[in-house]
């Protein structure tokens, strides 16, 4: 108990194995040749994603700048000639709200990114997480189906993630309604909802081998936390950051097979 709690619960612990799983490529050197084809399909959807959501993105940020800083300066135009050092406040709450706004924008590229990049590298991550669970457990269990069914699943749990989305988003948005606390608590729950969905994602090479229900998915990633939050929150933050998220999305689909190995199936077991 007391390990447990000098550990945050695994808080720690979950946040290292994106780390973990860099040494484990360090020391299988061999292993670098599953995730080339991946870089590969990652750099063609980012050329796509980020040429096409960047662009439109920054042209839009700079345009509620641009019409932001007319509507201030022309309020600030009608007060005393005194107050016009207000100016220096208002450029720096614009620059500051143009910040914000480009962080977002790179989050929420980083996430469809994610989307993409794990969908279309799913065969050679397969291969991958495979040879890590046996060098990690010494065994594999992969749960035989045939190609038309595997096929199905693919496609339904990317529609259950969809409907997933859809049935916590609309709730959360309806609170948009009450400025401020309203706000927050939208703010934070897509943050929890966003980083659930990664970490189900990095996982999922290791559970869908078992052919496990999207709820018993789910409910792994729930039963494992605060370790599965703080995996998908580093995960989160890697895979937000243009350029690298090429190397750290297969990065974090070796750690999250890592995680369920370490975390998921000494338990279920």
């Not at 709200?97 to 590229?109: A, E, G, H, P, S």
């Not at 933050?237 to 000494?266: E, K, Q």
């Given at each position: 108990?007391?390990?447990?709690?000098?550990?945050?619960?695994?808080?720690?612990?979950?946040?290292?194995?994106?780390?973990?799983?860099?040494?484990?490529?360090?020391?299988?050197p061999k292993l670098l040749g599953y995730i080339v084809v991946p870089i590969f399909v990652n750099l063609i959807i980012a050329i796509?994603?980020?040429?096409?959501?960047?662009?439109?993105?920054?042209?839009?940020?700079?345009?509620?700048?641009?019409?932001?800083?007319?509507?201030?300066?022309?309020?600030?135009?009608?007060?005393?000639?005194?107050?016009?050092?207000?100016?220096?406040?208002?450029?720096?709450?614009?620059?500051?709200l143009q910040f914000l706004l480009t962080i977002i924008l790179l989050v929420v590229t980083g996430f469809i990114f994610t989307q993409?990049?794990?969908?279309?590298?799913?065969?050679?991550?397969?291969?991958?997480?495979?040879?890590?669970?046996?060098?990690?457990?010494?065994?594999?269990?992969?749960?035989?189906?045939?190609?038309?069914?595997?096929l199905g699943r693919a496609i339904l749990y990317e529609l259950k993630k969809i409907v997933l989305m859809i049935g916590f988003g609309?709730?959360?948005?309806?609170?948009?309604?009450?400025?401020?606390?309203?706000?927050?608590?939208?703010?934070?729950?897509?943050?929890?909802?966003?980083?659930?969905?990664?970490?189900?994602?990095?996982?999922?090479?290791?559970?869908?081998?078992?052919?496990?229900?999207?709820?018993?998915?789910?409910?792994?990633?729930?039963?494992?936390?605060?370790?599965?939050?703080?995996?998908?929150?580093?995960?989160?933050?890697?895979?937000?950051?243009?350029?690298?998220?090429?190397?750290?999305?297969?990065?974090?689909?070796?750690?999250?097979?890592?995680?369920?190995?370490?975390?998921?199936?000494?338990?279920?077991?």
């Amino acid at each position: 108990m007391i390990k447990k709690v000098l550990g945050g619960f695994g808080t720690v612990a979950g946040a290292t194995y994106p780390f973990r799983a860099f040494i484990l490529f360090v020391r299988y050197p061999k292993l670098l040749g599953y995730i080339v084809v991946p870089i590969f399909v990652n750099l063609i959807i980012a050329i796509a994603i980020y040429g096409g959501l960047l662009f439109f993105g920054l042209e839009l940020i700079a345009e509620i700048q641009v019409n932001i800083s007319t509507r201030i300066s022309q309020l600030i135009a009608d007060l005393p000639a005194w107050l016009s050092i207000l100016n220096y406040g208002v450029s720096g709450l614009i620059f500051l709200l143009q910040f914000l706004l480009t962080i977002i924008l790179l989050v929420v590229t980083g996430f469809i990114f994610t989307q993409f990049g794990v969908l279309l590298g799913a065969p050679w991550y397969g291969q991958l997480s495979e040879k890590l669970e046996e060098i990690r457990t010494g065994n594999i269990e992969i749960v035989e189906v045939s190609l038309a069914r595997d096929l199905g699943r693919a496609i339904l749990y990317e529609l259950k993630k969809i409907v997933l989305m859809i049935g916590f988003g609309i709730p959360l948005s309806v609170l948009n309604f009450f400025p401020g606390i309203g706000t927050l608590i939208v703010t934070v729950g897509w943050f929890i909802l966003t980083t659930t969905i990664i970490g189900l994602d990095f996982m999922d090479s290791a559970l869908e081998r078992r052919r496990l229900k999207f709820c018993k998915k789910l409910n792994i990633v729930v039963k494992s936390f605060p370790a599965s939050g703080s995996f998908a929150l580093v995960c989160f933050f890697l895979v937000s950051i243009p350029l690298v998220n090429l190397l750290t999305i297969p990065l974090c689909v070796a750690s999250g097979t890592l995680f369920v190995c370490d975390r998921v199936l000494p338990i279920d077991n």
